[in-house]
């Protein structure tokens, strides 16, 4: 190779270099929300493509989970605060989600009651996730490479809105309630993504991006939702069915709802267009690595704090 082809080679390896955010040690804000995205494990994994698809790996999972395969059969979101310390306030911070507090309830109603896919609508025994239980997923799945997040800065305001969500979610005893339909806002309980994502929102810092990406929304036809003991709905039943979701004519229950998988799947993607110098989020982003995991880092210290009520209810 000629000197010169050797000098354009090293100008179009630079000008690639330059185009990529730099994997740079990460920037710590002095108030920060970090999201955690842990997929549902393989190779089922989870998929809202159709009612027979999503109960086939339901099914597997809860197996694989009873068998000690994996934790987490159906995926998890969590979040860390951390709000420094402010007018008087002195810095505080809260890390972990929300978790079922009885895991038999859900396999029992699923596979031995009958509910059929009515467990998606109703709740059950709920508790917060402690930091060491999240600290312990964190060192597995960063490991593993088998979790991806999101960091935002915060203004003082904005963090201080989340810490005051929690306390009032867990005054309103709305904790011990876990389930996928339930709204946090509305002190209805809540899943691990929506609790999460509800911090995301109180914060001012939800994305159209997560909206579009991170969450699923479907029509759930009334024959597959079981009403025992009258009506007995099987999950294996529904397993074999190839009929998709209920168009709008038909009978059928609207079901919007968060996914950690779709979510940590959007992330990952994310990063590698990030890489490329794509715009992902409409504020700038760049890359943070942890162990084997990848994430997003967002500044958003200088979004405006929501004055909307924490709770609509």
């Known amino acids: ?7 354009a080679v090293a100008a179009l390896l630079t000008s690639l270099v330059a185009a990529r955010p730099a994997l740079a040690a990460p920037e710590r804000f002095e108030s920060q929300l970090t999201v955690y995205a842990l997929p549902a494990p393989r190779p089922a994994g989870l998929s809202w493509k159709t009612p027979g698809g999503l ?29 420094a310390a402010s007018a008087g306030a002195p810095a505080a911070e809260w890390k972990g989600s929300m978790y079922e507090a009885n ?19 109703k709740t059950f025994s709920g508790r917060f996730q402690t930091p060491a239980e999240l600290d312990h997923d964190l060192e597995e ?5 088998r979790i991806a997040f999101v960091r ?4 003082s305001g904005g ?20 389930g996928l339909a339930a709204r946090p806002r509305h002190a209805e309980g809540g899943g691990c993504s929506a609790f999460s994502m509800s911090a995301v929102e109180v914060a001012g810092v939800m994305e159209p ?17 079981g009403a025992p003991p009258t009506k007995k709905v099987s999950l294996l039943a529904i397993a074999d069915d190839i009929r998709p979701w209920a168009a709008p004519i038909e009978p059928h229950r609207p079901l919007f709802g968060w996914d950690p998988t779709l979510a940590f799947e959007w992330i990952v993607d994310a990063v590698g267009r990030a890489a490329k110098g794509q715009k992902v989020l ?4 760049s890359i943070e690595r942890r162990g084997k995991a990848v994430g997003l880092v967002v500044d958003r210290r200088s979004a405006p704090v929501p004055t909307d009520p924490l709770f609509f209810k």
């Open 1 to 7: 190779m000629t000197s010169l082809n050797l000098l």
């Open 55 to 83: 109960a086939r790996r339901v099914l597997v999972d809860e197996a694989g989970a009873k068998l000690g395969l994996f934790t987490h059969a159906i995926g998890h979101q969590a979040i860390h605060v951390q709000c």
């Open 103 to 121: 895991p038999s309830e859900f396999s029992q109603a699923a596979i031995r009651d009958g509910w059929g896919l009515l467990i998606l609508f």
């Open 141 to 145: 799945r960063l490991a593993n490479g």
């Open 152 to 155: 935002f800065g915060l203004s």
């Open 159 to 178: 963090c201080r809105r989340i810490l005051a969500f929690i306390r009032g979610f867990e005054e309103r005893k709305a904790n011990l309630k876990y």
């Open 209 to 225: 991006a997560f909206k579009a990406g991170w969450s699923f929304n479907v029509n759930v036809p009334e024959a597959l939702i």
């Open 282 to 285: 409409q504020e700038a982003v």
